[in-house]
């Protein structure tokens, strides 16, 4: 790209035509911060597609259904996506930190997550019934695990090669045009165009893969200063001793908490589902439809939400999870008795859970010191990693009492969050 170009887009994706004065980082990184902007803004764009492409919560699950898999394999499929990319972070952080570059931490995690979902590709092409099943949720393990190393360190370098007031733009920008391939992926499945059997999705997973070894390649081109390793040393009492971070502050304590309770608009999707028969057994044109609606929610809102929260993510995490509440509440009373409501709902909870996904990414890295990021993002991921386990149990509810007190316990969650972050600071000023 050249670098003329280059400094046009970046000017025109951040409204930044008065000089570019950086208040956060130094002036070697300020020089360098279109580039690194557009690099990372392309990395995730091709990642979030592949996101979408091999989503753990509607791809994986069809694709397993298909093939029989057993359901205690299919159930683990999300658990596992999500709590094992949180889970190690706080094993990992110090060894991150002790990395004078740590875009190259992303980079071989990119390589993993690409790798090990290629491998999935050729799994469901040669295996069935159980060893499909188990190999698939194996694989997430282990591409999980990667995404772990990928987003702690994605965070730091962030804070090191873009300033404050850029940072939501730039998940904001790779957001919506991750969307916009992942509606037209959507658009596909619902009206046939792409075929809708095994082999199709499984090309898709080939895609997905290919993205991430591409999002690799883009991020190893960016220009990091290095940063300070000190307390790179790992070990039980180095991960015991990071905990006591949430004596000392406050502000991170609520912070996590917030976002514990927003967990809600990462879980209840499935839930809105099975309100209309639609779980991982539906038929795929009824997967394109919900993926479609993914797709939608995030071109229309991804943007938006990055600039909002460049201006205040506290104000993004109250907005969010008072629309989620909606979202979840509308489900709950109408959704059984209304079940075409549920894709407009479904719609809306995903706005509000790349609202709650934007805002809290771009509020802790800019509450963060540029020397503790790593560790206040290792230790906030963990915490919702071990919240996200225990999430497990909504599952037990809905069998015992049904979907829409699920729905109405995450409501209260979220109001309940809209409530705490009132008392977050305004980081952004």
């Keep these: 790209m050249p670098r003329d170009f280059g400094e046009s887009l970046y000017d025109v994706l951040t409204g930044d035509d008065e000089g570019r004065a950086c208040r956060d980082i130094p002036d070697s990184a300020c020089r360098e911060q279109p580039r690194n902007f557009l690099l990372q803004a392309l990395s995730l764009a091709a990642t979030k597609t592949g996101d979408g492409l091999a989503d753990a919560k509607l791809v994986l699950p069809w694709l397993l259904t298909a093939l029989g898999a057993p359901a205690s394999a299919i159930g683990l499929l999300v ?9 190690p972070q706080l094993l990992i952080s110090a060894q991150i ?24 590709t050729l799994a469901v092409l040669t295996q069935e019934g159980a060893a499909a099943g188990w190999t698939v949720v194996a694989l997430l393990a282990v591409f999980a695990t990667a995404r772990s190393v990928a987003s702690i360190s994605h965070k730091d370098v962030l804070g090191k090669t873009v300033d404050k007031q850029r940072r939501g733009t730039v998940t904001g920008v790779a957001g919506t045009v991750s969307a916009g391939l992942v509606l037209a992926f959507g658009v596909a499945l619902a009206t046939g165009f792409v075929p809708l059997t ?52 406050a502000q991170l304590r609520r912070f996590i908490a917030v976002r514990g309770l927003l967990i809600g608009t990462a879980l209840a999707p499935p839930y809105l589902l099975a309100l209309t028969g639609a779980d991982g057994g539906a038929e795929l044109g009824e997967l394109g439809l919900f993926v479609i609606a993914a797709g939608i929610a995030t071109l229309t809102s991804a943007y938006v939400w990055g600039r909002f929260a460049d201006r205040s993510s506290r104000q993004v995490l109250i907005t969010a999870a008072l629309l989620g509440a909606v979202a979840t509440a509308a489900a709950a009373t109408l959704g059984p008795t209304a079940p075409l ?3 407009l709902l479904l719609f809306v909870l995903l706005v509000a859970h790349q609202g709650v996904r934007l805002g809290r990414t771009t509020h802790l890295v800019d509450m963060a010191g540029k020397d ?8 906030a991921n963990t915490t919702i990693g071990l919240l996200l386990l225990l999430g497990g149990a909504f599952g037990l509810m809905a069998d015992a009492q049904g979907v829409p007190p699920v729905l109405a316990t995450f409501t209260v969650m979220a109001l309940a969050a809209a409530w705490l972050a009132r008392g977050l600071a305004e980081v952004q000023t």
């Excluded at 658990?79 to 889970?87: I, T």
């Design 79 to 87: 658990p596992v996506r999500e709590a094992l990319a949180l889970l």
């Design 97 to 120: 930190r002790g990395l004078p570059l740590r875009k190259w931490a992303w980079v071989a995690g990119s390589i993993v997550q690409g790798l090990a979902v290629l491998a999935m």
């Design 198 to 249: 095994v082999t199709s999705l499984a090309l898709a997973l080939m895609v997905a893969g290919a993205l991430w070894l591409l999002a690799a390649l883009l991020f190893a081109g960016l220009v990091e200063e290095p940063g300070a390793t000190e307390g790179g040393a790992n070990g039980i009492r180095d991960v015991l001793g990071q905990f006591r971070l949430l004596a000392d502050d």
């Design 341 to 343: 409501v549920l894709p």
């Design 372 to 379: 503790d990021r790593a560790a206040y993002t290792a230790l």
